[in-house]
């Protein structure tokens, strides 16, 4: 099983160079990727691809590019420049968004999600495997006069999704290679998440899929003021269906009830679990929100944890 942890290189300085340190940290203390999300700031496939390039221990990914205000043609050739980039270390994560930025940020109507991420991940695996596409849908058309071919990313683009309601889950099975999960807690996870995209995959006559838990948390010597960080920083989740919905088939009420906090007696504790639960990865986002030295604890964690 792999440990990564997902990065967000903030503060006044460049934002590329302090991403390249900080994946470079990540591997030297055994972490074995480095996810990156996508925001209205930094491209993330750019983003990846130049860590990837400058720190060649470790593996990038997006977690994630949401499918509307994007087309397969153009995330592609995102997707195979950096697999070219990185030698075959890219990994690309697909999401649906969300109605909030889809519509406040595009200006495009959030309608039929689950189609179009159907539609989406059709049409970008034509592309990813063959460098060509001929795909004519109700929502999307994705086609190739000439071959989308990216010289040296002949192995493909593992694609993943965040799905984690029923209808995606579905999908991400038949279609992805696996799902990126987000505050979801073991408990989510064994119970409707890793069943559902499992059974979806079986039935599509697919291999089992990757279940990338991305967990927010951090190992530290206060708890409490750590986790009343987190509070804050993930109550924007809470106002999202879906990730209320995931919090409370966790068993908890706000997102931070489902956040890793603690010693390392404990953090190893809780990423066993999920383990225990079917995450075939797990991946720790927020490990800076109690500060660089708690950071650096983590990683060295983790970074056993991976071993």
């Known amino acids: 099983m792999t440990v990564g942890v997902a990065i967000g290189a903030t503060g006044t300085g460049n934002q590329i160079d302090a991403s390249v340190r900080l994946a470079a940290e990540a591997a030297a203390a055994g972490l074995r990727s480095a996810w990156f999300g996508q925001t209205f700031g930094a491209d993330s496939p750019q983003l ?35 697999q070219a980039a990185t030698h075959g270390r890219y990994h690309l994560g697909l999401a649906l968004g969300t109605r909030l930025l889809t519509e406040g940020g595009f200006g495009i109507p959030y309608e039929r999600p689950i189609a179009r991420l159907r539609e989406f991940l059709t049409a970008l695996r034509q592309l990813t495997e063959t460098g060509t596409a001929d795909f004519h849908g109700e929502l999307l058309t994705a086609s190739t006069p000439v071959p989308a071919h990216v010289p040296g990313a002949e192995a493909g683009v593992p694609l993943l999704v965040a799905a984690m309601g029923p209808q995606a889950l579905r999908v991400s099975g038949e279609l992805a290679d696996g799902i990126l999960p987000y ?22 006559g697919r291999p089992a899929p990757r279940i990338v838990a991305l967990v927010h948390g951090v190992v530290t010597s206060d708890p409490d003021a750590a986790r009343a ?56 986002s927020g490990t800076d929100l109690a500060g660089e030295a708690d ?3 983590t990683w060295a964690l983790l970074g056993e944890l991976a071993g």
């Open 229 to 284: 960080t987190a509070t804050e920083q993930l109550a924007f989740y809470e106002q999202i269906p879906s990730y209320a919905r995931v919090v409370e088939l966790s068993g908890g009420n706000r997102a931070a009830d489902v956040a890793v906090i603690g010693d390392e007696r404990t953090v190893a504790a809780e990423v066993q679990r999920y383990r225990d639960a079917g995450a075939t990865e797990v991946v720790f």
């Open 183 to 204: 505050l979801a807690g073991p408990r989510a996870l064994a119970e409707h998440i890793v069943p559902a995209v499992t059974a979806a995959a079986r039935n599509a």
């Open 295 to 297: 950071r650096h604890r």
């Open 48 to 82: 990846a691809a130049i860590v990837g390039r400058e720190v060649p221990g470790i593996d990038v990914g997006t977690s994630a590019i949401p499918v509307f205000g994007r087309h397969p043609l153009i995330v592609s050739s995102q997707a195979l420049t950096a």
